[in-house]
């Protein structure tokens, strides 16, 4: 079982860049598909990146596309999101995640571990 912890959330202006990050422990991230995702008040959970444990492909939602880059410490075992360019519409509590598929899944469910989120916020 792993468990995940994600940091370096917070209040940003619109056009900055922030760092997550999504530290894990009990286990060893390379072997699991990591996801980020988000959601907002009263909105749906969406996600907003992956990183497959096979072969490191990475996925983005056209939302966030060229904007977002997902990337891996495997040594560190720790799982980074760089926003870059970030809107206010960016604004939501951020959560790390992972599922023991090889690639990433198109299911939260799939995602059987997750962390406790970061809040991050993009106001002038």
């Known amino acids: 079982q792993v468990q995940l912890v994600e940091s370096g959330g917070g209040l940003v202006q619109p056009g900055g860049s922030l760092r997550l990050s999504c530290a894990a422990s009990g286990s060893t991230l390379d072997y699991y598909s990591i996801g980020w995702f988000r959601q907002a008040p009263g909105k749906e959970r969406e996600g907003v990146s992956c990183?497959?444990?096979?072969?490191?492909?990475?996925y983005y939602p056209d939302s966030v596309k060229g904007r977002f880059t997902i990337s891996r410490d495997n040594a560190k075992n720790t799982v980074y999101l760089q926003m870059n360019s970030l809107k206010p519409e960016d604004t939501s509590v951020y959560y790390c995640?992972?599922?023991?598929?090889?690639?990433?899944?198109?299911?939260?469910?799939?995602?059987?571990?997750w962390g406790q989120g970061t809040q991050v916020t993009v106001s002038p």
């Open positions: 990183i497959s444990s096979s072969d490191g492909a990475t």
């Open positions: 995640a992972a599922s023991s598929l090889v690639r990433c899944p198109r299911t939260l469910a799939a995602f059987s571990f």
